[in-house]
């Protein structure tokens, strides 16, 4: 070969490990991630946060507090134990972290980007989120992790806060949000996909949550009926207020009752007995409103721990179980069922009787959420069984709403008897086991019942 | 494509028409004979003149000639050596002038010590000179195995190599595990090298790994009929040389070349007939519980139904979904060259029909390699090599999935006829809970598919193009200086579509999945060798090298939902859509060095250092050092045994010390926002991005900066031994490898804001034995007969999981499940984790003491109305891992009949069977035919050791228990996990080689080889599932050993026939 070809292969042979690498560990893709975003805005957190807020409020834990309310029934598999109240701290673990990671992660993020922008609107909406998911929170789980929660840098490890401190925050949480509310801000909002911006309708929300969350003390302080009577009269004034998940027939966007029993685990959970029984015998139209029967010309619904079968009643698919039905999480109605609940409470049975019927009234006009139905008022009824027509009433139009688990752990109405074998219902669902693994010095130790929540409801 | 590659298989089958075109011109030719000791001609031998690159290989008779070009025969002294595997190497002195003939007579060398043996990144030694034990499978094995997946072809050859198959369906993947499971996340398989380049080998599911399809893992693209040999390098030890990217071992494999001769054409075709090797055992005795017979009516899950009158009609749910499938496999390769030119052609085409009836079981493969060698000058060879792949398949849908085919098949009620699985009146899908479809019910889901409706209407298909090739330029600067080039790139696009039509389960509206996945690899391989002899006693190399590797992920997943028209499966054809894409690149950037030393020729030194830089790595460490140092000492040299003769006829001693490592996920540095949606395990999710309005949310894990790679440290000794003059060799090796720095990640508490951190910091270690014994008791022209017996013993254990007590994130966990999971645990190690019985001794949150004072611990309790009782503590419940596992393979060679044979075993490593769990609940397991019959506890059902107030206590076995406690959807997971010791008649053959005169005069060939085997002819086992050997989640999730509705393996008849010329 010739020599000057070998000596150039000889140096190119080198020549290839200097050339062209200096830097070929910083090319632009190998340190930015090509297909997620760094950075993410205020908004866009606010529809992520509103996302994981419904899938809380309506997906999984609604579908475990329907069963134990026995307004549904687990029927197959897993939920047969689950609504035999058979369930491990691993069961109900993103319930429990969900409203914390990411939703208050993202929700002090945008608290603190919209006071530095000065925006109060968008503010007071990101702390009326803020209280509801704690509040949420505590009256399931009771201590919980509150002042230091979602802090990750500061509080790796964020203590429980007892619960009393927990509702005395949520509610001061609710009042700088209402203040905040009526200040100035961005209007309209669009990617507040409920009121659009509407500072007059978060400020009414605000009040009806301020009622609920003290409905929730109100066993342990019998004081508090006052204050959420208080409040009930500033909260939601119509049903245009409502707040009302707007699903629509798009996959991913729709309802997770209907993606749930039809699309995903049809059977697991059937119409519950109990619920199905009161409407019959009350000759109520909302029974055809919400379900419609199965191989039997009855609607009949499950026991709890009854296997599922064809006779067993279905979600109205034009309704309850329509893939846009538009699920309602605080209305107008249950405003007024708080007010006649606390009038009832503070000794006022006339203005309990008007407000409960009022609440009836409002059924005769359509909403997004039921179709017009006509409810008879409601007449001579006082003492034990006005309470009892109230609660009876709330245990109806909150069907799917996990406020029906507070409501009877305070009131005991309407009575259920437990699933076989067990003689309460149960008050509380135990802590993650991720927290207890992780956070082992701080989660306390899984009470029998939380402090709201004194006194079991007696068998009937 | 596909065209192409058939014209060109077409353009390689007519050279077979021509003869040879023999290179014979001038100069000096040397030519001879090579023998065996016995006498039997010697083919395949390579002769050579050493320095000069001029060599041929013998034909079939042991002849060869090499002619030597006039102007390099002057006359020179040269060396003329021949050399095979199996036979000890031959020199001889030659003077290269006028003709010469030269006959050798090759000892048998059954030990392989001359062997060149490929480690890695450009080097090589000999076999004698090994620290490290490098297990070597040869074509011959791998053609044996009769497995269309190279991966299936390794099972039972080497010890502590452990393959498992995701099912016996065409396509599927394989998983290996080399000595236990060194990390936490990842599905942590070795690192692929095909002629010096990586090679990707991911296993990517359409959808779930636990649901949709098998899919294949991409090794499965190589052609194994193009394979010279596979070497695996298994500890860090030995894969030091490879880095970051070895910490799980790796599988060089080495594709055949051509050699200069004659050309040599090879055609070998096989035909396979396959069934089903084991079946679930169903009860046929009770029928639905409640049927019905209206319009859309939904009849009841389970068959806790009445007994069924004598004479109804039942139904194989299990039997009528499966047929005998059948494969053909047809290779062509042709090869040859000359003095300075070489190739080795091929083309193959694999065409595997399933076991599942129906159209949509099939694999489809073609193959087509050119590789090429030209040396243009004395000193400088450019060498080329590509590969092409074009693989289609139809699966069909498996698993934890409504419309998986065993889950609706043996949910199904035995007096339902699963067939038609269309109404006659209606047209529409029927199934066992939805008999009678009304036109009205187009859109409605059958809670489980019809599996014969999945079968015909779903649709699964993959098409995979892919191309590997590489450029190798080779230098020889001086006689002690030699560069290598090599520059190799890998590149696939693999193409899916996942649809279930209008009325499936999971989507009653029908859905189209189309994935687009793009994987591109670029490798640049520079290697500089100085050789240098100081002494006799003392010589030495050193290798210099530079790696430099880009790979690229293209990933596009479009999701339609809500079908417009029932056909065509397209996304045009849906209403709604989502998608998902995935990027990604990653660079790296490898200096490494390599020195050896040969003292004495006795004691063999070696050194390696290697330095990583990944684009991976975190900031704060962006380079990594992998050390290296092994020796090798043959002491019976020694002792004076040169010619390894005598009771101890060879003896080696080696120790080696190495580290590997593991890099960081791409990305894991970056914090970044999701865009996904809130779910809750049940299937129904809400999307982040609502009302049109785009959503982002925190990750659950911010990203770490300071991410390091996983590294490997690993010691490994032992000892090489010949006795009886080579009749019979044993290895023995000891390891013990610790991982540290494991990336984990470390559960948050999730009220903190984030539910996980991104870390270093795991410990884990697998220490075991292997040991190899192989006795040859007759050789000889006539009879050969040798016995090899593989045994190896692997420990993994979880010393730290950054202060957690088990871990069962990512690939770990293997999926959900009712009652059981996949999970690490300190002082355990990998397994089951779930619930168990209340046990005495053992249970603490609940109160037991009642029964079991002076009870042994572990007795299980029970309750005062005769049955146990559920512990909510959850613990670990079965190791995956085996006790140990061994093989025993024997080949019997008479005259021209020969006969093998392949015995794999594995003990211990529990599995869960899932199914069984599930069909508890449904009432169609042969378990539940005791319904109604009375036993008692302890004794005659789950016999063993009981305590408690009711033991003794004879109950009523009902339905009440198997849809309760019984039931695999129940929390008691414990008693669904099964032993899965298995022996397994892997491989059996007898085979004919005609090679008579005959053949050639009135043929045209040289030789006819005739083989008929058994493929996984018989599984000896007491796990009740589908096999012990399956994996749910194939080759992509980490944890093995679960079992939910897994398809079944198959075993198979092979008939092949090979013409050679």
New interface residues.
Partial sequence: ?NRY??AA??AA??A??LAG?ND????S?????????????S??????????T??EMN??LARLVSMWMQTMAGT???F??YGTY?I?D?DY??????P???????L??IEQDESEKGDQIFLGISQVYHAWLMGTVTDIWGD??FSQ????DS????VYDAQQDVYAGVQTLLDNAISNLGGSGTVPL??D?IYNGDSQSWIELAHTMKARFYLHTAEADPTAYQKALDEAELGISSNAGDYVI?YTA????DN?WH??M???????VSPGANLIDILTDMGDPRLEAYFVH??DPEIIGAAPGE????KLAALNPDGRGAQDYQQPLVTYNENLLIKAEALYQTGDEPGALEALNAERAAWGTATSWHPALSLPALTGLSGDALLEAIMTEKYIVLFQNIETWNDYKRTCIPALTPAAGNDVVPGRIPY????K???GD?VPADPERNWNDPNACPAP | MRTIVRWMAGVACSALLFPALAVAQQGTTISGKVTSEAGTPLASVSVFIEGMNLGTITRDDGAYTIVVPAARATGQQATLTARLIGYKSQSAPVTLSGNITHDFVLAANPLRLGEVVVTGAGTENTRERLGTVINTVDSALIQKSNEPNVVNAIAGKAPNVNITSQSGEPGASSYIRIRGIKSLSGNAQPLFIVDGIPIDNSTVATGASTGSTVAPNRASDLDPNDIESINILKGPAAAAIYGAAASEGVIMITTKSGKSGPTRVTLRSSYSIDDVNREIPLQRKFGQ??T?S?PD??????SYGPELAPGTPTYDHFGELFHTGHSSVTDLSISGGNDRTTFFASAGYLDQNGTIIGPNNWYKKTNARLKASHRM????TISGNVAYTDANGAFTQKGSNTSGILLGGLRSAPDFNNFPYLDPETGLHRSYRFPHPSPASVTR?R?YDNPVFVIYEGKNDAEVNRTIGNINLA?D?TDWLN?N?TLGGDYYADSRLEALPQTS????TGTVTRADMLNYEID?N?T?KLSHTFSPSFSGTFLLG?N?H?S?FRGTWAYG??LIAPHPFALDNTV?W?SD?????????SYFGQATANLYDQLFLTMTMRND???TFGKSE?RAWYPQASAAWTFTKALGNDDQTGVLSFGKLRVAYGETGKPPGV?Q???????S???????????????G????????A?GNDNIKPERQKGLEFGADFGFFNQMADLGITRYRNTSTDVILRV?????????SALLNGAKLRNSGWEASLNIRPITNEKISWDVGFQWAKNKTEVLYLNG??FFDGGSVSGGTF?GSYGAATVGYGFGIRG?DFARCGITTLIDISDGCAGAPKGAMYIDSTGFPVYD?E?RPIGNAEPDWTGSVRTNFRYGKVSISALIDHKQGGVIWNGTRGALH?FGTSKDTEIRGETRTFGKDFMPGVVAGPGAGTPVVIDDAWF?DLGNG???VASQFMEDGTYTKLREISVAYTFDQPWVGRSLGLSSIDLRVSGRNLHTWTDYTGIDPEANLGGAETLIQGIDYFNNPQTRSIVISVGLNR
Avoid at chain 1, 262 to 268: L, M, Q, T, V
Avoid at chain 2, 297 to 302: K, N, R, T, V
């Fill in positions: 070969m070809l070998k292969l000889t042979m080198p290839v490990v690498c070929f560990l910083k090319c893709e190998c340190d930015t991630n090509p297909t997620s975003p760094i950075a993410a805005s908004e866009q957190r606010l529809v992520a946060v509103q996302a994981a419904w899938e997906g999984d197959d598999r897993q047969l134990s058979v491990g691993g673990e993103s319930e429990f972290s969900r914390y990671r990411p939703a208050l992660l993202d002090r993020a919980v992790p929660a979602a802090s990750p509080f790796p490890t964020p669009p990617v996909l707007p798009n996959t991913g966007s997770n993606q749930f039809i699309r995903e685990r049809a059977g697991y199965g191989d296997k599922v079968t064809g993650s086991a991720t927290e693994q992780t956070n701080n | 519980r409640v019905c209206t009516c939904g009849a009841s899950a389970d000058f004395d000193r400088f889901s809670s230098y600067a560069f080039y389960s999971a989507f009653p640049h520079l500089a530079q430099l880009a690229r939902y809500n709604q989502e894409e995935s990027k990604n690149t990653v660079h790296t950037e830089g990944f684009s962006p990305y540095t970056l914090t970044t926002f999701s865009s949606s809130f779910s809750n395990g049940w299937g129904d999710y809400l999307n982040s991005s609502l009302g309005y785009g959503g982002l949310f925190s990750p659950s911010p559960p948050r508490p999730p009220s903190s804001g984030y539910s957690a007590k009712s619930y909510p959850d609940n849809t959807f129940g929390p």
